[in-house]
């Protein structure tokens, strides 16, 4: 899948160094040990990446924009199947 992708996706030379460092590091995910206080750090990684990503443009935008993620919280947990 990996290889298909990559040569679906190549533009040159450019491309080189990034293609072999996604490689590299699929090659070395598996390596990776999937149990414990490791495995807790990455599942734990995906959200808070996300939330430093949004928070300074939430905070950025005030009342409103604390009151329309407020409102898109609740409604994703409102959403999910339990």
Do not use: H, N, Y
Request: glycine residues 10%; proline residues 5%.
């Amino acid at each position: 899948m990996f290889t298909a992708l990559a040569v679906s996706l190549w533009r040159g030379k450019g491309d080189l160094v990034p293609w072999a460092g996604a490689a590299l590091l699929a090659i070395l995910s598996e390596k990776l040990p999937d149990t414990g206080r490791f495995k807790e750090f990455m599942e734990a990684l995906p959200g808070t990446i996300l939330v430093s990503l949004v928070a300074p443009g939430v905070l950025a935008a005030g009342l409103w924009g604390c009151l329309a993620s407020l409102a898109t919280a609740l409604l994703v947990w409102r959403g999910q199947d339990t």
